[in-house]
């Protein structure tokens, strides 16, 4: 059973860092890729970054390019998201997520093609 769990989500005002981390367990993060969505109030969540397997392949959506970056720690089989320059817009509960598919280096964009995910953590932004 994959179990993900998110943390250091928290608040911060604008143009502070905050980074996320995502420990999980029952998949090997150097097998499988991983995701980080959002989902802000009253809106549908949306892909923020992802990262294969290898950590060699990234993706970011274009709202993070340039401040965001998602990393990878085999030995602590994390994933992290290291957030700068947050803007109120990134107000979100962020969620992590574990793509099925061993040893596939992406697109990751979808969020369908992840089948486990972490309870979310808050990120606040103020301005």
């Known amino acids: 059973q994959v179990q993900l769990r998110e943390s250091g989500g928290g608040s911060v005002q604008a143009g502070g860092s905050l980074k996320l981390a995502c420990a999980a367990s029952?998949?090997?993060?150097?097998?499988?890729?991983m995701g980080w969505f959002r989902q802000a109030p009253g809106k549908e969540r949306e892909f923020v970054a992802a990262i294969s397997w290898s950590g060699r392949s990234t993706e970011y959506a274009d709202s993070g390019k340039g401040r965001f970056n998602i990393s990878i720690d085999n030995a602590k089989n994390t994933v992290y998201l290291q957030m700068s320059s947050l803007k109120p817009e990134d107000t979100a509960v962020y969620y992590c997520a574990s793509d099925p598919r061993p040893f596939y280096s992406g697109p990751y964009r979808s969020s369908v093609n992840f089948d486990s995910w972490g309870q979310g953590t808050l990120v606040t932004v103020s301005s």
């Open positions: 029952g998949r090997s993060v150097s097998v499988y890729g």
